[in-house]
């Protein structure tokens, strides 16, 4: 039985288009999942507005929750009906970097086992990619369990202990995750920094009262964890380590950038530039994390915006005062490419 699907690709960089694809008979292994809410990714802005590169055209969205339509015969994990989310990429679970506790770096960790990406109606993956959520339903929050578990991955680096002095640099998508599990999995003080102080004032109140917004940094610190995105941001995170500290950075720079500073540190630091999400546990963490511990408060965070407005999203950028947008790709199927879209 051959399924026609709608997705979302970015076709050049400032264009995304709308796609249609057959979804053909699943695999034995493989999975048919109905997408519900789609996380928009600053890698994937990245490669819209051309400061990072990648081969085009590119089926975009991995921050994704869905419903399960249909399995493969030999698919035992999970059900019709069963509320899923995904791994960014595969483990094979024999190559070297699988055996030796680095599966977020398989060999064949790209190797592209999905139909297409989740700004999309449908979409089949092979099963090794999917978490199970014990939720009845998807919400916009359970989206973020990807970034998260890269968020965990970074936090897990430098392992912050009680009378540390710890400081998060950026308060946007990952530096609210960063947020949300200093605040809920590690349960200690810390200070948040941003140049944008609406997104300060938007989170503050949601970490109170272990975390604290301020708007510099106030001495040094034992830890600091960088989740700015940017070069600035990672600059002064560098800035803010004490001797002997510890830094984990998130941020990915955009091409060409000069990050020649890191080699200018003098001060015997242990500096991690940690990537993806590590161990596969992480993931399935960050989904018992979400739904144990997010609650109304984090959801005001939250820009969930419709298909519709996917366009103007991206063209938008980091939008000031935007901490996370979650597109909500399930209730509106409008082509974001046409005029009532942009």
């Known amino acids: 039985m051959v399924a026609v699907d709608t997705h979302w690709v970015l076709s050049a960089v400032g264009l995304i288009e709308q796609v249609s694809i057959d979804l053909r008979r699943l695999p034995p292994d493989w999975v048919r999942v109905r997408v519900a809410y789609c996380g928009v990714c600053g890698s994937d802005r990245s490669y819209f507005s051309g400061s990072r590169s990648t081969r085009l055209p590119k089926s975009i969205g991995h921050e994704w929750v869905g419903v399960v339509d249909a399995i493969g015969r030999r698919v035992g994990s999970v059900v019709p009906g069963d509320v899923v989310t995904s791994d960014l990429n595969f483990r094979c679970g024999t190559c070297s970097a699988c055996v030796n506790g680095h599966s977020h770096l398989c060999e064949r960790g790209q190797v592209g ?25 998807p919400a916009p929050h359970l989206a973020l369990a990807e970034p998260l578990s890269c968020a965990l991955h970074a936090v897990k680096h430098v392992q912050p202990r009680p009378g540390e002095r710890v400081l998060l640099v950026g308060a946007g998508g990952l530096g609210m995750c960063v947020a949300f599990l200093l605040k809920h999995e590690w ?58 500290g510890r830094l984990s950075t998130l941020s990915h720079p955009a091409d060409g950038a000069d990050v020649g500073f890191l080699l200018g540190i003098r001060t015997d630091i242990t500096v991690a530039l940690s990537y993806l999400n590590g161990e596969r546990i992480n993931l399935e963490r960050s989904v018992e994390l979400l739904e144990r511990s997010w609650t109304a408060d984090w959801d005001t965070l939250l820009d969930v915006r419709p298909l519709a407005e996917l366009l103007a999203v991206f063209r938008a950028g980091k939008a000031p005062g935007s901490l996370k947008v979650i597109v909500d790709v399930g209730r509106t199927r409008t082509d974001p490419s046409e005029p009532g879209g942009q």
């Open 113 to 137: 086992s999905f139909s297409n990406r989740g700004l999309a109606e449908r979409l089949n993956i092979h099963a090794g990619y999917l978490t199970k959520c014990s939720s009845p339903a």
């Open 187 to 244: 349960a200690l003080p810390f200070d948040v920094v941003d140049l944008d102080t609406v997104r300060l004032d938007r989170l503050g109140p949601t970490i109170a009262p272990l975390g604290v917004a301020i708007s510099a940094p106030a001495g040094r610190y034992d830890v600091v964890i960088d989740a700015s995105g940017t070069v600035d941001g990672l600059r002064a995170a560098c800035d803010s380590v004490g001797p002997g």
